[in-house]
Every structure is written in C-alpha cells, then in structure tokens.
C-alpha cells in the first residue's frame, strides 16, 4: 500500500516528535527598519505536547520554503519518491504600500499555513519545515509590540517565590497593585489592591506577566505600580560599519538595521539603504576580500561571496561581521591602493 499523498495518518501523526508544530496562526504584523522596510508575520505556533510559542517571520521565507517544497514534493518532482498536493501561496506583489499588502496576506497565509501542517508526516518532518517553525534565537529576542488577533499565553510555572530567601524575595522584580483587577479569561492574572505581584515578563508597552498567590498570569501596566522593574531587554538592532571615502576625509558611519546578524541582504536593498544614509547617488559598495583588497559589490553573488568571507573574523557584538567602504562610482584609484596606505583622514560620524 502506497503511503497517502495528502492526509495524514493518525499513527503516522503519534510517532512525531512532541515539538513538531500541530497549528499556526499568524498574530499580527510588525514592522521593521531593515536593509529595506519590511513587515514581519507575528505568528503563535502550537507544537504537539501543546506548548505554544511566537516566530516571526517575511513572506520571502514563506516564498523559500514553498519553493523548496516544490521541488521535492510538488507533482512534477523528480528528486523525491514521495510526493503530494501542496497549498497554494499568494504571489510575490512588486506594486503598492507594504502594510496594506501584509494585512491582506494574513487570512491567505493562515489558510497556507493550516493545509501545509495537514499534510504527511514526512512533509512535517522534512528540514526546511522544522527550520521554517523552529523557535529561534532571533524569535527569542523578539518582543512583540502588540497582538490584534491573539492575547498572548503564559508560561505555565510553578512558583518558587515561598522557598525564596528574603533577601533574594527584595531583589526580585515585583509591583503593588494600585487597583483591583479581574481577569476577562484563564491567561490573565485576577489580584486585589495593595497586592504584591511579582514580574515574570514583559510583554508589550501594555502588558506584563507575574505571578501573585501561586498564580500566574498576564495583566494590564496601568493597574500596578512598579517597585523594581524587569531588567532592560538587550537592544535587538544590530549595526553595519560603513567607512566613507572621498578625495580628502573618510567617515565612519554605523547604520542601525533589524536585521538578523545571520541574514544576507540582496544587492539592490543594501544600495538603496546606503544611497538614502548618504543622501548621494554616485556611489558604489565595496567590501575589504581576505587578502585586504578593495572589491567592488556589483551583485547578489558578491554579498553572499563578501558575506561569507566576513565569517572567519571577529566582530564586536551586534555589529555585522562585513564592513562597506562607499566610494564614488568613477573612482577607481582606491583599487590601487595597498591598506594602510594614503593621506586620508578618518572621521567618526556620530
């Protein structure tokens, strides 16, 4: 008997590892300040022990992973024995605003979403699927500024806060309730004036999550009044160094990007960045190679190349390990220079 091309079995489905994603539904969108503008998916993922968790992701990655699925599952598939009906993805938009875009993927992504997580246990467990629904460092340093569709859920915790020493009871980031509040459902925390709550998380700008009287719950910031705060979340906007040259002086500028550390941006992105921070046109993007020659960027391949080689260098944290070196697009004689060498003066922008 052949195995089923589109519903999965229920005994193929109880051999899954418990962390395979069962369900996904897409939060909200956000917006981020990249190499280009984009909006990123806030999506809750429930995996099959029923643990819940965000990731967030662009529509180019849903784009890449159904483009790889094609190729090993789709009907005209030659590098896979096994293959079947994927869902249909909506189609790259190259023409008009990116929000109005995003929100109107949403109910079409949810609908991918739910078909691809329908489909047989070796799609699930295929690698690009379990990568595309992992709970990565980059989801984990995430903070979600608000969630239209979906109140987010707690993290269902024991409190330890009773065996506590009192000393480590005064250090712990805690608030008095200023007023009384009544949870609307299970995940928000119910507590009376003048109590003591103690903070687990934060949530967005409006919303925390502690715990009071063994209970753990999320609830409202206006209603509590801080004692000691949460530590401040690392800043998850990392940098890339530009040194500018021109005849005379070189600036140093660090442009601020949310990005992934990891991430590789397309050629024609990283131009238009450098062109709006620099407010000029006539410059091309070059990077120092191994050997520390001067390489000009002309292309997709030389990021990826440029990247690639930046790997094996240290790199100071949330720098991107790449430098660029900006010059004017008809100065060729920075090519013929050794590094190091040359009357240039150097500048740090601020």
């Known amino acids: 008997m052949s195995l089923p091309r589109q519903l999965r079995e229920k005994s193929d489905f109880d051999q899954l590892p418990d962390d395979v994603p ?11 300040k990249g190499f280009t503008n984009y909006y990123l998916f806030v999506i809750e993922v429930k995996i099959k022990s029923g ?10 990655q849903f784009y890449a992973l159904h483009t790889k699925l094609e190729e090993r599952y789709g009907a005209e598939s030659k590098s ?11 189609g790259k938009v190259y023409v008009g605003a990116k929000k109005e875009i995003a929100e109107s993927r949403i109910p079409i992504l949810n609908v991918y979403m739910k078909n691809l997580l329908c489909l047989p246990a070796w799609v699930l467990m295929d690698e690009e699927v379990r990568l595309f629904f992992y709970h990565s460092d980059f989801d984990s340093e995430q903070v979600p500024r608000r969630l239209r569709r979906l109140r987010p859920r707690t993290r269902r915790v024991k409190s330890i806060l009773p065996e506590l020493p009192v000393l480590d009871r005064m250090a712990t980031p805690r ?21 003591l709550i ?23 910031c206006a209603f509590v009044k801080i004692i000691k705060d949460l530590p401040q979340q690392e800043d998850t906007v990392n940098k890339v160094r530009c040194y500018y040259h021109d005849e ?39 990077y120092r190679d191994l050997d520390g020659d001067l390489i000009r ?13 930046s790997r094996s260098k240290p790199s100071e944290k949330h720098m991107f390990p790449w430098k660029l070196h900006i010059t004017h697009k008809d100065d060729f004689s920075v090519y013929n220079t050794s590094p190091g060498m040359g009357a240039i003066h150097t500048v740090r922008a601020t």
């Open 22 to 32: 069962v369900s996904a539904n897409i939060a909200d969108i956000e917006e981020k």
């Open 51 to 60: 643990g819940r968790y965000l990731i967030f992701r662009r529509y180019r």
């Open 80 to 90: 896979s024995p096994f293959t079947c009906t994927l869902p249909i993805l909506p």
């Open 175 to 195: 608030a008095e309730a200023l007023f009384d509040f009544a949870g609307t459902n299970k995940l928000e925390l119910s507590f009376k004036k003048g109590d």
């Open 198 to 220: 103690y903070l687990l998380s934060r949530v967005n700008k409006d919303w925390l999550e502690g715990t009071v009287n063994d209970t753990t719950g999320i609830f409202p």
């Open 248 to 286: 005379t002086v070189s600036i140093i500028r660090d442009i601020s990007v949310e990005e992934d550390l990891c991430s590789i941006p397309l050629f024609n992105d990283l131009m238009e960045l450098i062109r709006r921070e620099f407010d000029q046109d006539d410059i091309v993007l070059n």
């Open 297 to 309: 960027l002309l292309s997709d391949q030389d990021i990826e190349l440029m990247v690639s080689q």
